[in-house]
């Protein structure tokens, strides 16, 4: 079993930027990829930033390829979202993802375990 929790959801101006945590504990044979997802209002969820527990090795979706960056702490047992240049299209709830497929990818049926969600709102 795997348990997430995010925080650091709120609201902001257009060009500001948010640092997402998502605390996280469990086995690590579960959550050998960890990612960040989000959905906006009638918009399916998308997969947006991945990474390797076991490595450093990480993916981003081109729509924040740049100004997101995904980031893990094992020591404090977090990952991070660091998300500069927000913009209004970036409004959503944002959630941690955690699976144990080998090659971490944006199938969100892929993930096992997921966090609550933290609300992310950027105004113009």
């Known amino acids: 079993q795997v348990q997430l929790v995010e925080s650091g959801g709120d609201s902001v101006q257009a060009g500001g930027s948010l640092r997402l945590s998502c605390a996280f504990s469990?086995?690590?044979?579960?959550?050998?990829?960890m990612g960040w997802f989000r959905q906006a209002p009638g918009r399916e969820r998308e997969g947006i930033a991945v990474?390797?527990?076991?490595?450093?090795?990480?993916n981003y979706a081109d729509s924040v390829k740049g100004r997101f960056t995904i980031s893990q702490d094992n020591a404090k047992s977090t990952v991070y979202l660091q998300m500069n240049s927000l913009q209004p299209e970036d409004t959503a709830i944002y959630y941690c993802?955690?699976?144990?497929?080998?090659?971490?990818?944006?199938?969100?049926?892929?993930?096992?375990?997921w966090g609550q969600g933290t609300q992310v709102t950027v105004s113009s």
């Open positions: 993802a955690a699976g144990r497929q080998v090659l971490c990818n944006w199938v969100a049926s892929l993930y096992d375990y």
């Open positions: 469990g086995d690590r044979y579960n959550r050998r990829c």
């Open positions: 990474i390797y527990s076991a490595g450093a090795n990480a």
